[in-house]
């Protein structure tokens, strides 16, 4: 495989499950990222993960934990989510601090 | 800090017109430019950046846009588009050598009708 692969694609899960989506990126980048897309938003960057380390969260509900285990793999941990929280999830990757980003195509998220 | 203003939520035309996908930016510092396309139900794929240099830049599918520094604008552009390029369209800017923080703007949809 080549690229930035996310697993699952689709996901419903009640307000009270927990689940985990999963992202692993080929390319050798040093950084990883998440972004939330919904409808009519800009794109929300979530968490950077930056050399293993994260750099910044941009304020995002504890409800959203990420995890990086090593360079090549991200997770995004997900518990008692909120209807709101249904989006696109997209995992991103780049080599910083010159190259550009390199998108997964996405994890599309329904919370009934 | 950074900030994307893409105008025109949605652009439709015809076949084989010309179209043009406005982007303006905001930066007190230098700038990388990037624009990615969007397909239903899929990621994001980059179509062209600047980093550096010649201030028009291409794609392989006949997109191209260019940096304009006194106009502090990135506008996206095309000849003659196909169907195939109805997609959404998102402008993106990171500071130069930043670009692990990536703004984009809220996207341009695209619809290309026969």
């Known amino acids: 495989e080549t690229g930035v692969t996310q697993t699952p694609r689709h996901l419903v899960m009640g307000m009270t499950n927990k689940k985990s989506l999963k992202c692993e990126q080929h390319?050798?980048?040093?950084?990883m990222y998440w972004y939330k897309q919904s409808a009519k938003k800009p794109l929300e960057l979530m968490f950077v993960y930056n050399f293993k380390e994260q750099t910044e969260n941009n304020s995002v509900p504890s409800r959203f934990s990420p995890e990086c285990p090593n360079s090549s793999h991200l997770f995004l941990h997900l518990h008692t989510l909120q209807p709101e929280d249904s989006a696109l999830y997209l995992c991103a990757s780049s080599q910083v601090p010159n190259t550009e980003a390199f998108f997964g195509q996405g994890t599309r998220l329904t919370v009934v | 800090a950074q900030s994307v203003t893409q105008l025109d939520s949605q652009v439709p035309v015809f076949e084989e017109a010309p179209v043009e996908l406005r982007c303006n930016y905001s930066?007190?510092?230098?700038?990388?430019l990037f624009w990615y396309v969007q397909y239903p139900n899929q990621g994001l794929q980059l179509l062209l950046k600047y980093l550096s240099g010649s201030t028009l830049v291409e794609s392989i599918n006949g997109f191209e846009a260019e940096f304009n520094k006194s106009q502090t604008s990135f506008h996206l552009r095309k000849p003659s588009v196909h169907i195939s390029d109805t997609a959404e369209y998102f402008c993106?800017?990171?500071?130069?050598?930043?670009?692990?923080?990536?703004?984009f703007g809220t996207g341009t949809r695209l619809q290309v009708f026969p």
């Open positions: 993106a800017v990171s500071g130069v050598g930043n670009t692990d923080k990536l703004i």
């Open positions: 930066s007190s510092v230098s700038v990388y």
């Open positions: 390319l050798g980048h040093n950084a």
